[in-house]
């Protein structure tokens, strides 16, 4: 059972472009909302989270935008560089704290 | 300061065989996390430990097991390896289980198993 739906599988966006990466998570008792970032022989780092307490929250180039009545957010990277040609992981918690992560996105930022 | 850190980086295993990996949390984190990654998915939960005890397991058979030593470093363990346990292993740490919000990952142990 995957609790947690993430589309595109792949993305290739050309440099100074935006990426956009939505989830869809089926738990309603999830309130904590975290993107994690890999790049290749590294393990997953913590990018940017949200609570559903609020609809967006920024840092830098990276947004995530939650709507919880469609149970769904999206992480929206502006500017994309090469740099950040990764694999993103859109996760869902709750009261365990534990994750339950997405099947991945891979994004190659042209240059 | 260190990370966290993972051994071995790789392995190659035969079907039937038992594998021990082992993770060294950062400094001052109690709570480790083991996650099961496969390739092409996200990681998934195998084992939560703190302060040695078990305080979570996924969806996983009793095959796997873990424990928790008192410099709060962890191991797990796998036996009858399948093909199917072939995958990137991660550990990751945090102060505790509450802060899982913010853990830390290792890089990774690759198993492959033949």
């Not at chain 1, 993430?6 to 100074?16: D, E, H, T």
């Not at chain 1, 909302?33 to 780092?45: E, I, L, R, V």
């Not at chain 1, 990276?62 to 502006?78: D, E, G, R, Y």
């Not at chain 2, 797990?76 to 853990?103: F, R």
Request: overall charge positive.
């Amino acid at each position: 059972q995957q609790q947690v739906k993430q589309s595109p599988q792949s993305l290739i966006v050309q440099k100074g472009g935006i990426s956009i990466i939505n989830c869809a998570y089926e738990n309603t008792a999830f309130d904590y909302f975290p993107w994690y970032q890999q790049f290749p022989g590294k393990g997953p780092a913590l990018l940017i989270a949200i609570r559903p307490d609020v609809s967006e929250k920024k840092e830098g180039r990276f947004t995530i935008s939650f709507n919880k009545s469609a149970k769904q957010f999206s992480l929206h990277i502006m500017d994309s560089q090469p740099g950040d040609s990764a694999t993103y992981f859109c996760a869902s918690s709750g009261g365990s704290y534990i994750p339950t992560f997405g099947r991945g996105t891979s994004l190659i930022v042209h240059p | 300061d260190a990370g966290v850190t993972q051994s071995p980086t790789h392995l190659i295993k035969t079907r039937g065989q038992q594998v021990t990996l082992r993770c060294s949390p950062i400094s001052g984190h109690k709570s480790v996390s083991w996650y099961q990654q496969v390739l092409g998915q996200g990681p998934q939960f195998i084992f939560q430990y703190y302060e040695k005890e078990e305080r979570g397991r996924g969806n996983f058979p009793d095959r796997f097991s873990a424990r928790q030593f008192p410099n709060y470093s962890s191991e797990l363990n796998v036996n009858a390896l399948l093909l199917g346990d072939s995958a990137l292993y991660l550990c990751a740490s945090s102060l505790a289980p509450t802060d899982s919000y913010e853990q830390y990952f290792g890089p990774g142990t690759r198993l492959t198993v033949t």
